[in-house]
């Protein structure tokens, strides 16, 4: 994140770490990034691994980020397996300037699912390359 915030990409983020108890932690917020780009964060993480001179390991056990644009729609989201719903990592592709209000989903394997940095990169090649649009 801190290489985003320095490049100007995010301007501002009012995620949350909340801890659940049992070693689970919640992040919870938004993320505002340039270009009107906002990151709707919601992610469980377990403590798995704790050494006193280090952080904790921790491991994603589900998590959702959507990323929308204002005033117009949702541009991609990431979501992992959940029950009612697609019970496999997932992306949800929306043709943002074209008024897509459904999407595409389509599978994310098991390793490919991506970090918020990822997704965060992600966005900022998609916001290079519509910026004319925007």
Same mark, same amino acid.
């Given at each position: 994140?801190?290489?985003?915030? @320095?490049?100007g =990409?995010?301007?501002?983020?009012?995620?949350?770490?909340?801890?659940?108890?049992?070693?689970?932690?919640?992040?919870?917020?938004?993320?505002?990034?340039?270009?009107?780009?906002?990151v709707?964060?919601?992610?469980i993480?377990?403590?798995?691994? @704790?050494?006193?001179?280090?952080?904790p390991?921790?491991? !994603? !056990?589900?998590?959702?980020?959507?990323?929308?644009l @204002?005033?117009?729609w949702?541009?991609?989201?990431?979501?992992?397996?959940?029950?009612?719903?697609?019970? =496999?990592?997932h992306?949800?592709?929306? @043709?943002? =300037?074209?008024?897509?209000?459904?999407? !595409?989903?389509?599978?994310?394997?098991?390793?490919?699912?991506? !970090?918020?940095?990822?997704?965060?990169?992600?966005?900022?090649?998609?916001?290079?390359?519509n910026?004319?649009?925007?």
């Amino acid at each position: 994140m801190r290489r985003y915030v @320095d490049e100007g =990409f995010v301007e501002h983020d009012n995620l949350e770490d909340n801890a659940l108890g049992g070693g689970v932690i919640e992040i919870t917020g938004a993320i505002r990034c340039r270009g009107g780009i906002r990151v709707d964060v919601d992610k469980i993480l377990s403590v798995i691994g @704790d050494n006193d001179d280090e952080p904790p390991l921790v491991q !994603t !056990t589900s998590y959702s980020y959507n990323a929308s644009l @204002d005033g117009v729609w949702n541009i991609v989201r990431y979501c992992s397996p959940h029950a009612g719903h697609n019970e =496999f990592h997932h992306r949800h592709s929306y @043709d943002v =300037f074209g008024g897509d209000r459904t999407g !595409t989903i389509s599978r994310v394997g098991d390793d490919d699912w991506p !970090t918020l940095g990822e997704l965060l990169e992600e966005l900022r090649v998609w916001a290079s390359a519509n910026a004319a649009l925007n």
